[in-house]
Structures are given as C-alpha cells and as structure tokens.
C-alpha cells in the first residue's frame, strides 16, 4: 500500500519505520527539510538497534530505508496514498488545516488517520469532506517497539473504515484497541492523570524526583517512573493532552499542575529539549527539578 505520513518528528518517524519494514511504500511529508532528514536519520538509527539485535538483516534494512520517500510539497506527498496518517504536533488549529487540506489534495478514496493523543476525531473529521472516512490511529512511543495501537472512531466513521485501520494494524504486528471519541480517549485519559499526580507530588515538596520514580518503578513494575516518562513523551506534550481533557470534561481533576506549566514555559520540554525533570545534555540523564 501507499502510506503518507504527515509530520516527521518522533511519533511520524516511527510509524513511518514501522510500515517501511512492513513492505509499505511510505511517503514521508514535512514543511522542514531539516526534519525529515532528522526523521529519516531517526529511522535509520532505530533500525540499526534491530540490525544489531539480528532481528532484519543489512539487505532489509536497506530495502526498509527505501520504501521510504520524503516530501516537503504536501499535495506531491498524498497524491498516491491509500491511507493518510497525520502525526503533526498537537495542536487543535494545526490538525483542523492540515485535514482541510488532505480532504483537498488526498484522493477521495483514501481513508484519513490522526495519531493525535487527545484531540476529537470528530472535530478533525468536520474539517474535511469525508468525516466517515477520518478515523484515531494513536501509536505509542517508541512506536517501533510498543504493540498498542488506539485505534479512535470518531461519531460519523464507518464499519469500513474502522475494520481497514483494524486489520492494517494486526498485518504490522501490532494489537489495535478499538475505543469511540472522548477527550484523552483511554490511553491518555489513564496515563495523564497519573503524570500530573507525580508533579503535583514533587511540587507539594513530598518527595524528589528520583524517589517518585523510583516508586513507581520498582512498586508497580513501569518501566519508566512517572517523571522520566513524561521528559521521554515531552512535556508540552503532556500540557497539551491535560488540556485538552481539562476542556473537554470541565473537571478540575485534569488540571495540569503549575510546576508543568512554568516548565513548559521555560522551555523545558523533555528529553527533545535536552532538560526536563532530568538533564539529557551529557548524553544520559541528571535529576534537575
Ligand atoms: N527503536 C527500535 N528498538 C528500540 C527503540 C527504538 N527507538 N527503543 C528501544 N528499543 C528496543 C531495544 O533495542 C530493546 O530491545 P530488546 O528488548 O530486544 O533488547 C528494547 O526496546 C528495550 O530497550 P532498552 O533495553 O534500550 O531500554 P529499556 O529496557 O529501558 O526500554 C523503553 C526502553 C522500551 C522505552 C521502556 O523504557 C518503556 O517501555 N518505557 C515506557 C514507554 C511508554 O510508556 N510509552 C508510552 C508513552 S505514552 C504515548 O506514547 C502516548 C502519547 O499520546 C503520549
């Protein structure tokens, strides 16, 4: 099949990978030509590590890396696709004119997926001319390596629709979860509360950051503790996503904690930034906060 993948930061990076080493052709699409030679460098380094595994050999790494075009003209990065996969930054304006414009340029065919975290696939789906046809493919980070994908009806998508993006996800070797259209849907709905709970944590001055993830770590089995999580999925990110669900609810219980907002503020936004609850710039990771 023909993939467009909007966007090539970390999340569209990814799952341009991951339907590359599948066999699909992916058309990678950017406004930056810096970005998608940083996404494209992404691939070939996160392919490296499965290289390295002996998980794909050399020749399906290269074959991998090919099926790969990137594209900074939107309208010459769709004109062929069979499925649109939008992983922008999120931002509600942005996604409204970018699936404005995919309505315009992609064809009338092609099914269109949001990878957004948090923000109504039936908003998105108002903004363009096939709102049963505009569906949640909400991949998890690092996409190469996490299994779930949320896949997001919105009110008006289609049994079609939803039952393509199902099985597409099944063929990637991924195990998709079908959920319907509310602020967070699950996945953030769950995971953000928690995160804003540990800053509220290390703000009330209960414990440092190291103890909290510590906690969380070695309490309940996480892989990463609360704090480091929330630096690795970007804390603008996460503000975001609270926001959203602050919005979308009109519940105080979502409201993101002061701490996160001055650091977003500030311009700590995780692990992309260099610092956030941990200082990356030495290559590994330093307490901060
Ligand atoms: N590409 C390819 N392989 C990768 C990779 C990448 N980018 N990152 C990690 N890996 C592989 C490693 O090679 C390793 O493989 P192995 O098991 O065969 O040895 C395996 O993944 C584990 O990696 P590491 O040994 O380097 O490090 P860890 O054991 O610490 O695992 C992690 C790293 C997988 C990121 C793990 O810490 C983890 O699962 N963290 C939690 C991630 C998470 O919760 N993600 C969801 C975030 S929420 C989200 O995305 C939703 C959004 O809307 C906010």
């Known amino acids: 099949m023909n993939i467009s ?4 930061g970390q999340m569209g990076a990814g799952i341009a990978q991951v339907f590359a080493v599948a066999g699909h052709q992916v058309s990678l699409v950017d406004i930056s030509t810096e970005s998608l030679d940083r996404g494209l460098a992404s691939v070939q380094s996160s392919l490296a590590r ?8 050399e020749v399906e790494l290269a074959t991998a890396v090919a099926n790969i075009s990137l594209h900074t003209d939107m309208a010459e990065g769709v004109s062929e696709a069979d499925l649109v996969i939008e992983a922008a930054t999120e931002n509600v304006d942005l996604k409204l004119k970018i699936f404005a414009e995919l ?3 992609a064809p009338a065919a092609a099914p269109l997926a949001s990878n957004t975290s948090s923000i109504s696939i039936t908003r998105i789906a108002a903004a363009t001319d096939r709102p049963e046809k505009v569906i949640g493919m909400h991949f998890m980070n690092p996409v190469p390596v996490m299994k779930l994908i949320e896949v997001i009806r919105g009110y008006a998508t289609n049994d ?3 039952k393509m993006v199902m099985q597409l996800s099944r063929d990637l070797g991924k195990v ?3 959920v319907t259209d509310y602020p967070g849907f699950v996945a953030n709905r769950i995971l953000m509360p928690m995160i804003n709970e540990a800053m509220y944590t290390l703000w009330e001055g209960v414990a440092d950051v190291e103890a909290i993830d510590t906690v969380m770590k070695l309490g309940m089995a996480h892989p990463m503790g609360p704090l480091q999580l929330a ?3 970007g804390l603008d990110t996460c503000l975001a996503i609270l926001n959203v669900m602050q919005e979308g609810f009109g519940r105080l219980h979502y409201q993101a904690c002061p701490l996160l907002v001055n650091m977003v503020t500030a311009g700590k936004l995780g692990r992309k930034s260099g610092e956030g ?3 990356y710039s030495g ?3 330093e307490m901060v906060v």
């Open 5 to 8: 993948v909007i966007g090539a």
């Open 50 to 57: 499965v290289l390295k595994k002996e998980r794909i050999t």
């Open 103 to 105: 309505a315009r340029l």
């Open 160 to 162: 079609e629709t939803t």
């Open 176 to 178: 998709p979860v079908e």
């Open 231 to 233: 630096d690795y999925i």
């Open 277 to 279: 609850f941990y200082d």
């Open 283 to 285: 290559g590994g990771k």
